[in-house]
């Protein structure tokens, strides 16, 4: 089984590979804007856009990449295969998605693997919704009851799993999980009348509670624990030659951390509004403090061996981990630590 969706993902990369690449949002720094002549471009293709990323985008609204001389330009892949592949051919220069899947590229033989150099989240993301509210929820209640989750292999589904099991639930024997439906559209799924519970990341989490269509029961970013969600990531011949781009650029993020740390939910949600032109800014905000609240940001970049080694254990626990594979090859803390004592 776990050769088998080993060999689902990398089919995935070469499939898509063959495409002319992956399409998505773009933005550039905001302030602080050097010359042209003065700044490094960075292609940066991000999983998905979602307010969870929050210190990144007050990285890019504060100018802090300009400041650091990068002239970013930011691409939403829409999947980690996507955001994978975009890395791997060379579409662009750093990859932000889960970490497993630097572990899967690995496994699968790439001598130019990912490296990952920054860790951005330390919980998952996303919440469990109900139908209908519930005071004091337990895990026990979805025994026997449809939930529709995330995609076989996929760090919210595992992440989910792990969960089960942590309170003696068996995923495959005691309720249906329905991984049918595309990410993104589970939200609407729910809406329609499909499961008794759906688990979703903001904001639709946020938008079913609006109209009244479900409510937030369970964290699963608190019930985790604290877990490497998800990181930013380089080839490795990318980072040998270009680690004055890979310091500035941590740098720059490690700002945005700063930012979020000392700041409150209404001040982060002003400055990466713009990003989200399609939400108003009380929904920004109560996204941001439900964030904020389970300490889903670190407070620097390290991405540290024991969030590593859980990563795997989450892995292996779920059936998609082939081999352990050594932290000091996936893993480079040097710029990190170097941002953290700026």
Not at 124 to 142: K, Q, T
Request: proline share 3%.
């Amino acid at each position: 089984m776990k050769k088998k969706k080993l060999s689902l993902f990398l089919a995935a990369l070469c499939a898509i590979s063959l495409l002319s690449g992956c399409g998505g949002k773009e933005t550039e720094s905001a302030k602080g804007t050097a010359s042209a002549k003065d700044t490094t471009p960075v292609v940066l293709n991000e999983v998905a856009h979602s307010i969870f990323y929050a210190p990144m985008y007050v990285a890019i609204e504060e100018g802090y990449f300009a400041q650091e001389g990068i002239d970013l330009t930011l691409v939403t892949g829409f999947g980690a295969d996507k955001t994978m592949t975009a890395l791997l051919t060379d579409e662009a220069d750093i990859g932000f998605m889960g970490s497993e899947s630097t572990i899967y590229t690995y496994i699968g033989g790439s001598s130019d693997y990912a490296v990952n150099f920054a860790q951005l989240t330390q919980r998952a993301g996303n919440f469990l919704v109900a139908r209908e509210p519930i005071d004091n929820f337990d895990w026990s209640m979805l025994i026997g009851k449809e939930v529709l989750g995330g995609r076989s292999g996929g760090m919210p589904e595992m992440v989910f799993e792990y969960i089960l099991k942590k309170n003696g639930i068996d995923p495959a024997g005691d309720l249906s999980i329905d991984q049918s439906i595309d990410f993104g559209s589970t939200a609407a799924a729910f809406s329609g009348g499909q499961g008794d519970f759906t688990v979703e990341f903001e904001p639709h989490a946020t938008s079913l509670e609006a109209k009244g269509d479900g409510y937030v029961v369970a964290s699963l970013g608190e019930d985790s624990g604290f877990v490497p969600y998800t990181a930013f990531s380089a080839k490795k011949s990318y980072i040998e030659e270009n680690p004055e781009v890979i310091q500035s650029f941590t740098n720059a993020l490690q700002k945005g951390m700063n930012y979020v740390q000392t700041h409150s939910a209404e001040e982060i949600a002003k400055v990466i509004q713009p990003q989200f032109a399609e939400t108003d800014l009380e929904t920004i905000t109560t996204i941001v403090e439900r964030y904020a609240a389970q300490e889903t940001w670190k407070s620097d970049l390290i991405f540290e061996e024991d969030s590593f080694t859980l990563l795997q254990n989450i892995l292996d626990e779920a059936g998609e981990l082939e081999k352990r594979v050594p932290y000091e090859d996936l893993v480079n803390t040097d710029f990190a630590s170097k941002a953290a004592g700026q």
